[in-house]
């Protein structure tokens, strides 16, 4: 018998490898993903602006980030409400706790939603053509939009993010992880305690998926080999200055300069 619905993810066309450069921007749930990245030691950029929310918001990050290169971009949608400035019509990022008063708040379209991101993406293509685009819907709900406002405002994000898939084709990459948390892991033991955010179990599943689906052999290959280094330098030792330790330390550390020799983009701190 089957207990749960597993969801189907389907492989992209290109593959993610070690120590990539790759820029995270999006909500909350960008940011938790993209420091996994981190952690595994790819060259990530998490939200370098703070959290952005909507598609618009997305594109102001892009915009002020262009001329860096990234190999991958990740971007994960929460919303298509934005808030605008009546003063002078501009999408805000943050009211910065000004008068709720200064600003209206209204809800992007599907074509808007889209034609952002076709921005955002073709900034990012004039420095790199070959950029490896993934497009995910944050599984967060909005509870101050009521649950039914928040469904209608992840349609339009999931409508806008299909359309640009079909536009783009191969160069774009949608990731389920909006699909993977509300109908496979279909259970609040996989939420923190206010019941709307993914805790850290949850977390790790959809890392593993994306690892599973996304990941080259060599890039597995080095998360395999960069385990053992990660949890010796996460040790906490009783006694830091024993000389068991000292040499412990020095052994890991003989480690990881071998382990960056085999991967010359891998950065150690």
């Not at 034609?115 to 790199?128: E, G, P, T």
Request: aromatic share 12%.
């Amino acid at each position: 018998m089957e207990f749960r619905t597993i969801v189907n993810i389907p492989r992209p066309t290109f593959e993610l490898e070690p120590c990539e450069r790759i820029l995270f921007v999006g909500s909350c749930f960008a940011d938790n993903i993209g420091r996994r990245f981190e952690e595994e030691k790819f060259r990530a950029v998490v939200n370098p602006f703070g959290v952005m929310y909507n598609p618009v918001s997305v594109l102001h990050t892009v915009s002020k980030m262009e001329g860096q290169v990234f190999d991958t971009a990740v971007f994960t949608l929460g919303t298509n409400r934005v808030y605008v400035e009546r003063a002078t019509g501009e999408i805000v990022d943050n009211c910065q706790k000004r008068p709720q008063r200064e600003f209206e708040e209204r809800e992007l379209t599907v074509e808007e939603c889209a034609d952002a991101l076709r921005q955002a993406i073709s900034l990012l293509r004039k420095v790199n053509s070959k950029i490896k685009i993934i497009l995910t819907v944050s599984p967060i709900r909005y509870a101050k939009y009521g649950y039914h406002g928040s469904q209608l405002s992840k349609s339009v994000l999931l409508l806008a993010t299909d359309k640009l898939v079909k536009e783009e084709g191969a160069r774009v990459y949608y990731f389920p992880a909006y699909e993977i948390v509300n109908d496979e892991l279909r259970d609040y033991r996989f939420y923190k305690a206010d019941m709307l955010h993914p805790n850290e179990q949850a977390v790790d599943y959809i890392w593993e998926q994306l690892v599973e689906t996304c990941f080259s052999v060599e890039a597995r290959q080095f998360l395999k080999e960069w385990q053992p280094i990660k949890a010796a330098l996460a040790h906490r030792p009783f006694n830091p200055e024993g000389v068991a330790y000292q040499d412990f330390i020095r052994k890991t550390k003989e480690s990881a300069e071998l382990l960056k020799q085999k991967y010359p983009n891998m950065e150690l701190d």
